[in-house]
C-alpha cells in the first residue's frame, strides 16, 4: 500500500485512524498513539510524499488539492474495512479529515482535529496568523533556498525554545522530505481555505488547541469550534503547534475524555 500503512491494537474494536501533519510523518503520534491500542484498532499511515510513502505515487498535478489526501484517506479506510472511524488529524491533516468527512459521512463517527486551521492567512475581519506577505515570503525562501527554510520554520512550529531536541527532530523530518515535494505541500497548506468547508461537517468533533501556538492560534482554534455544528473544545496548557510531541499527557487525556463519550 502505498501510504506505508501500520496497524496496531485491537483488531475487533473501534479504529482510530492518525494523520500527520506537513513535514512530517507517522512517528509524530508515537507518544499518543500506542495509548489507545489496548482499547482500539490504531491506524497510522504516511501521506504520499511523506514518511515511507510510496514517493512513485507522487503526482504534483494530482496532489494540487487537499482534497486529493481526503480522497486517500476515505480509499485507505475503505481497503482495510474500518467502520465507525475516528479520525486523529494534525495540523493541515485536520482539514484532510474535514474534507474526508465530508465525501465520506457513513465512514466516520468522530473527528479529533489537533491544532486546526481552516485558513492561515489574514482576511478582512479573520485572523489566520499570517499575512500574504509572510506566506510569500516563506514559499519564496523555499524556492531559492532548498536547505534555508527548515530551520526557521521548524522552530516557529515546535514552539518550545526550552526543548532544542524537539526543534531538531521536527527539522530532521522537514529535510527528508523531498524538496519538490515539501514546497509544492507547503504552498498547498498554507494557501488552502477550508472555512466554508466546516459547517458541512456532520460528525462530532473535538478541537484541541495549545495556549500559544504560533501557527494555528487560539482564535483560530475558536473559529474552527464555532463553524463545525457539534463540536467541543479542548484547551491545553502547552506551547507550539506540535502537542503530540510537547504536551503528550494532556493531549492523550483529552482526546481520551472525547472517544469515550
Not at 153 to 178: D, H, I, N, Q, Y
Amino acid at each position: 500500500m502505498r501510504h506505508h500503512v501500520v496497524v496496531s491494537g485491537r483488531a475487533d474494536a473501534q479504529p482510530m485512524v492518525f494523520a500527520h501533519g506537513f513535514g512530517c510523518d507517522q512517528s509524530m503520534w508515537r507518544l499518543v498513539a500506542p495509548t489507545f491500542e489496548a482499547t482500539h484498532r490504531v491506524v497510522l499511515f504516511d501521506l504520499v510524499g511523506a514518511g515511507n510513502s510510496d514517493l512513485s505515487a507522487y503526482d504534483p498535478a494530482r496532489y494540487d488539492r487537499l482534497d486529493q489526501h481526503a480522497a486517500d484517506v476515505v480509499e485507505l479506510c475503505r481497503e482495510l474495512g474500518l467502520e465507525n472511524v475516528i479520525f486523529v488529524g494534525h495540523s493541515v491533516s485536520t482539514m484532510i479529515g474535514v474534507l474526508a468527512q465530508i465525501a465520506a459521512p457513513d465512514l466516520f463517527d468522530k473527528l479529533v482535529l489537533v491544532g486546526p486551521s481552516a485558513r492561515y492567512i489574514d482576511d478582512g475581519d479573520y485572523v489566520g496568523g499570517f499575512s500574504s506577505s509572510d506566506i510569500a515570503d516563506l514559499l519564496e525562501l523555499m524556492d531559492s533556498n532548498h536547505l534555508g527554510w527548515q530551520d526557521p520554520l521548524a522552530a516557529t512550529v515546535m514552539g518550545t525554545p526550552g526543548r532544542p531536541e524537539l526543534k531538531s527532530e521536527l527539522e530532521a523530518s522537514f529535510c527528508r522530505t523531498r524538496p519538490d515535494i515539501a514546497r509544492q505541500f507547503a504552498g498547498v497548506t498554507f494557501l488552502s481555505d477550508n472555512r466554508s468547508d466546516l459547517a458541512r461537517v456532520t460528525a462530532p468533533t473535538l478541537v484541541v488547541q495549545t495556549l500559544n501556538d504560533s501557527i494555528a492560534p487560539v482564535s483560530v482554534g475558536e473559529f474552527v469550534r464555532d463553524s463545525i455544528p457539534s463540536a467541543t473544545y479542548a484547551l491545553i496548557d502547552g506551547s507550539g503547534h506540535c502537542p503530540q510531541l510537547s504536551a503528550p499527557a494532556p493531549t492523550i487525556a483529552a482526546i481520551e475524555a472525547f472517544v469515550r463519550s
